[in-house]
């Protein structure tokens, strides 16, 4: 089978001026428009204005470990990050999509490479396969290209940049 990777940029389903950071706006437009291509699809994103901040500033990008006297800091931050899923999945389900949440944090480390990549790619086409669309959240830049040789997806799409609301996104049947 195919796969078709979806990534929605942080940044576009968050709006740092908005209380819980969430772009519902974006988020549901994307989420009608992805329905006709769901079928096949894996679709990941990131943290946007709720977790890339904290990251920079606590220097997790870079060691992928924080420091013992911001532990605190840290499991505020997952809250968010997890909240943020959460609001994601929900979208996707209101458009009819059958996503489930799947926490691919689990499945890589620092770099981004992917540790268990036989547990998660059975994982993931047990769950594709079944008719769902596993949903998952990113931290580090690059993992979308961690998904292209493990899974041999016929297509990737990484959609990152905040189109007006109105405006079409790009066809991802063509």
Same mark, same amino acid.
């Given at each position: ?50 977790? %890339?901040? /904290? *990251? &920079?500033?606590?220097?997790? =990008? ?11 800091? @840290? $499991? ?19 458009? %009819?999509? /059958? *996503? &489930?949440?799947?926490?691919? =944090? ?11 990549? @036989? $547990? ?41 940049? @905040? $189109? ?11």
């Amino acid at each position: 089978m195919k796969y078709h990777l979806i990534k929605l940029g942080g940044s576009i389903i968050t709006d740092p001026v908005l209380k819980d950071f969430f772009n519902k706006k974006n988020t549901s437009r994307l989420a009608g428009e992805l329905y006709p291509f769901h079928q096949g699809c894996i679709i990941i994103h990131g943290t946007g204005h709720i977790g %890339k901040p /904290p *990251a &920079i500033k606590y220097h997790y =990008l870079e060691s992928g470990i924080i420091d013992k006297k911001d532990h605190l800091i @840290a $499991l505020s931050i997952k809250d968010s990050i997890l909240q943020l899923h959460q609001l994601v999945v929900r979208e996707l389900l209101k458009a %009819k999509i /059958p *996503a &489930i949440p799947m926490d691919i =944090l689990h499945f890589s480390g620092v770099s981004a490479s992917i540790k268990n990549d @036989a $547990l998660l790619k059975n994982k993931i086409r047990q769950l594709v396969g079944n008719g769902l669309v596993p949903v998952g959240i990113i931290l580090a830049p690059g993992i979308l290209n961690q998904f292209h040789e493990p899974l041999r997806h016929s297509r990737a799409v990484d959609v990152v940049e @905040a $189109l007006p609301v109105g405006t079409p996104s790009r066809n991802l049947a063509g």
